[in-house]
């Protein structure tokens, strides 16, 4: 799922973003409520009708902003008070109010609140996290009441292996449409991620969707696929985009380098999308160098692409029975290289 925090996947337009064959997107429950509000959303007619987008869309719950916003919140067991980012305003997110505005945006998928812990964080720390984790998901189950939008509860625990199974446990009671593997991407270190993803999956229920958050880059997507995940989020394609970067086999082309001055060579002459269809690695380096927009548009569109063939590939070879072969590669530590 491309990330469009701010219901925008960052310098693509709706229309150019289903071209690249993406089936669903994310949307951030706190950073819509900061601005334009919910109350304007639901005014527009709901999330997709704002931002022109016809396909699925999927909710964070705030969550991680409990997170990635530490400094600027405090943390009780009724809710979470953060500083605005934007500014300074006292904002007080409980549950229940981050239920309501995903209500009010309309989203296919509503996340429940919950708290993810940093890391490192000691066990008591963790286990604080997930026991409020779980208190706030039963809330966030009594505060919804939306028929056509389903809502996932999410797994925490840390790198603590029995909080993890405890988080599974609880989680997968409640009879949720899908469940989220949270608390990863945090700064563990990357095999701690794998071990959580590998214990956690066969704890879920086999017949809903999992979803690894914060997830997108190649081997990790087919370590977790392996294990059973069928849902990803990342904001990699359009940040390296905007950066000046492409995703070609497997690796990361800094286009402002010189070697691509010259180089009259389509990005990526397996890929379809629009910069690979028309454009030249020289021109987008000309465009990157020289700070145009529509340079960092077509790699970010070209990014996009990259990931949602390379899920794609994994789903045809998961129905043709020869995944475990094909995608090998990429579950090892040697270098590998498209073969979708």
């Not at 812990?117 to 939306?146: D, G, M």
């Not at 009879?175 to 945090?186: K, Q, T, Y």
């Not at 997830?215 to 000046?244: K, Q």
């Not at 465009?287 to 994994?314: P, Q, W, Y």
Request: proline share 5%; aromatic share 8%.
């Amino acid at each position: 799922m491309p990330v469009g925090t701010l219901g925008t996947i960052k310098g693509v337009t709706s229309q150019q973003l289903e071209k690249t064959g993406a089936e669903m997107i994310l949307a951030n429950t706190f950073h819509l409520h900061l601005q334009p509000g919910e109350k304007i959303v639901r005014g527009a007619g709901g999330l997709h009708k704002f931002m022109r987008w016809k396909k699925p869309i999927l909710t964070d719950s705030g969550g991680y902003q409990v997170f990635s916003l530490a400094k600027l919140n405090k943390i009780e067991d009724e809710g979470v008070s953060f500083q605005s980012p934007r500014d300074g305003k006292k904002i007080f997110l409980t549950p229940e109010k981050a239920i309501e505005i995903q209500m009010a945006l309309g989203s296919d998928i509503a996340m429940a609140f919950d708290q993810c812990p940093p890391y490192p964080a000691t066990e008591s720390q963790v286990k604080e996290a997930c026991n409020r984790t779980h208190h706030w998901l039963e809330r966030c189950i009594k505060a919804h009441n939306k028929d056509d939008q389903a809502i996932f509860g999410i797994v925490q625990g840390g790198c603590f292996s029995n909080l993890r199974e405890i988080s599974a446990k609880i989680v997968s009671e409640f009879d949720l449409p899908g469940i989220a593997i949270g608390g990863v991407s945090v700064g563990e270190p990357i095999n701690q991620m794998h071990k959580i993803v590998r214990q956690v999956c066969p704890l879920l229920p086999e017949d809903r969707p999992r979803y690894l958050m914060g997830i997108g880059t190649l081997r990790e997507m087919a370590i977790a696929v392996a294990n059973g995940v069928d849902l990803f989020d990342c904001v990699i394609p359009t940040r390296l985009g905007r950066h000046g970067s492409a995703l070609v086999n497997g690796e990361t082309w800094n286009l402002r380098n010189s070697r691509f001055r010259d180089d009259y060579r389509p990005l990526d002459s397996s890929c379809n999308c629009e910069a690979c269809r028309g454009y030249s690695r020289a021109y987008i380096h000309h465009l990157i160098r020289n700070k145009e927009l529509v340079g960092l548009t077509l790699l970010s569109l070209h990014n996009i692409t990259h990931l949602i063939r390379f899920t794609g590939a994994m789903r045809q070879a998961i129905k043709d029975g020869c995944f475990s072969e094909d995608f090998a590669p990429w579950q090892s530590d040697s270098k590998a290289r498209h073969t979708w």
